[in-house]
């Protein structure tokens, strides 16, 4: 098994939107949107494929955190939390001070990383207008809400 590293994970563009798309849906994840905020997406390799994704959809001094998927055969090797990390990174570094998302299956995993549930009702107007929210995700899915430290400089 490889020791993944921060210096792994790359700034992805359109021409990955593609793998992108067939990385979340065989995951089971929405896709269809991918297509406006690819330029907000990071993403791992193993010998030319794209193994690990996750991205961001920026709204304002908020984001949400979104589609984070990693290919069967290299799942529970530590890529997930490090991409979460680079997201996290690059969403301080655009100036953005709260992170929001909605998961079916990983808020578990979410919650070991600092985010709390949040009821979606109480959700930003800018993430409930999201197609995330509008129509992508289930009514199901959790709510999940992260605060990025401030930088007090």
């Not at 021409?15 to 992108?20: D, F, H, I, K, R």
């Not at 301080?92 to 070991?112: C, N, P, Q, W």
């Not at 009514?139 to 007090?152: E, G, I």
Request: net charge negative; charged share 20%; with cysteine.
């Amino acid at each position: 098994m490889p020791e993944w590293r921060r210096s792994d994970i790359v700034k992805l563009g359109a021409e990955e939107l593609t793998p992108v798309e067939t990385l979340l849906r065989n995951n089971g994840l929405p896709y269809k949107d991918c297509c406006h905020h690819i330029g907000n997406f990071v993403g791992v390799f193993c010998s030319e494929e794209l193994i690990a994704i996750g991205g961001l959809e920026l709204l304002g001094k908020t984001a949400l955190l979104r589609s984070l998927a990693v290919r069967a055969g290299y799942q529970r090797q530590g890529l997930a939390g490090l991409i979460v990390e680079r997201l996290h990174c690059n969403a301080m570094e655009l100036g953005i001070e709260v992170l929001y998302l909605l998961t079916e299956t990983a808020e578990s995993f979410f919650r070991k990383l600092g985010y709390l549930d949040i009821d979606r009702d109480k959700l930003p107007v800018e993430v409930n207008q999201t197609e995330q929210c509008q129509s992508l995700c289930p009514a199901s899915a959790h709510a999940l809400v992260f605060h990025l430290p401030v930088d007090n400089f």
